[in-house]
């Protein structure tokens, strides 16, 4: 599909107005960049307007990428939200990077008429292009792969992959000295109790990392929705000053600036922890019923801790037996990864 649409031909590398339909859940969002970045490297005259749920706007906003973004509320059904689409002028073209056939819909109403999107849930009818699901590899399997493939199929280039895939690490992470460190901690995770790594074990492991550096404030932000709001109370109970427990009081732009400011996040695998990947934030990410193969932090500074046992990935939300993937991984283990992602900021000083 070209810019005028009147081929199923690549994109040609001309002027004209791109429409991106975000995923919905944060995690999948930042999944979703390497495409995105993918699409502009490939066509840089191209204007891309991101349309997504307003919580990820600040996200969004941030992204060189982007030339501007229509945030929605959540209450809005698919004609609202296409008549604010329509409200930001006509596009050429959109890809849909959701799978699902409400925002095929959403985008339809916009009329934006030349989409691209996977082939699934009955909305063909919606697409220009409709494209088949790849099949994964071993070294595709990763949920940014999907995302690339989609716009690969309309002429956007994922080579050299490195690049896309390649993060920089945030500047704050590597220039600090000794004095202070920001560490940001992620305890909760809101698909279920089996993604949970128990806060005694992070709480133990944080204190270990301060006796082990005496000379060192490492100074603690605990991050999580609302609902994790008393996770973070039993971990802040648990651990000495000093430590705040934010979490319930960040929106993502306030979630946006404060991980830009941490050194090191240890979280559970959660849309904070994509988060805190995209921004170039060294993070040890710690998995138990889902699997680090499709959805571990996009970046090669990032470490993944994972115990796998005979069950593992079952991607339930509770653990029906022993929660043994993650009782198995000791604190002292979540100790070596912070230690191993604080040394170049202590080298740097």
Not at 96 to 104: G, H, K
Not at 138 to 157: C, D, F, M, N, P
Not at 165 to 190: D, F, K, M
Request: proline content about 7%.
């Amino acid at each position: 599909m070209n810019a005028a649409g009147d081929s199923d031909s690549a994109l040609e590398a001309k002027p004209f107005h791109f429409l991106v339909r975000s995923p919905n859940p944060l995690g999948d969002a930042c999944m979703a960049l390497p495409a995105v970045r993918a699409l502009k490297r490939s066509l840089p005259s191209v204007r891309i307007t991101v349309c997504c749920r307003e919580n990820l706007a600040p996200m969004w906003e941030a992204r060189d990428e982007i030339d501007d973004v229509i945030p929605f509320s959540k209450a809005l059904n698919p004609l609202q939200v296409g008549k604010l689409i329509r409200s930001h002028g006509q596009f050429d073209g959109g890809v849909l990077l959701p799978n699902s056939f409400r925002s095929a819909l959403e985008l339809w109403f916009g009329g934006v008429r030349n989409l691209v999107g996977y082939n699934r849930y009955q909305r063909r009818i919606f697409l220009k292009k409709a494209v088949n699901e790849p099949t994964p590899t071993k070294a595709t399997q990763h949920h940014v792969h999907r995302y690339l493939h989609l716009v690969e199929a309309i002429g956007a280039s994922k080579e050299p992959l490195e690049e896309l895939l390649a993060i920089p690490t945030a500047p704050t992470a590597i220039v600090a000295g000794l004095s202070e460190i920001h560490l940001g901690v992620c305890p909760g995770a809101e698909y279920g109790n089996a993604k949970r790594y128990p806060i005694e074990r992070y709480a133990e492991a944080v204190e270990a990392l301060r006796k082990s550096h005496p000379e060192t404030k490492i100074r603690v932000s605990i991050f999580g929705s609302p609902a994790e709001r008393g996770i973070g109370d039993e971990l802040a109970a648990l651990l000495s000053e000093p430590r705040e427990n934010r979490a319930g009081e960040t929106s993502i732009a306030d979630l946006v600036s404060e991980l830009q400011t941490c050194h090191l996040v240890a979280t559970n695998d959660t849309g904070t922890m994509h988060l805190s990947a995209a921004l170039g934030v060294p993070t040890v990410a710690v998995f138990g019923s889902t699997e680090p193969a499709f959805t571990a932090p996009i970046g090669d500074v990032h470490r993944v801790i994972r115990h796998q046992v005979d069950c593992s990935p079952c991607f339930l939300r509770e653990c029906p037996i022993d929660y043994r993937c993650m009782l198995r991984i000791k604190p002292e283990v979540v100790l070596h990864e912070l230690e191993a992602l604080l040394a170049p900021v202590y080298s740097s000083s």
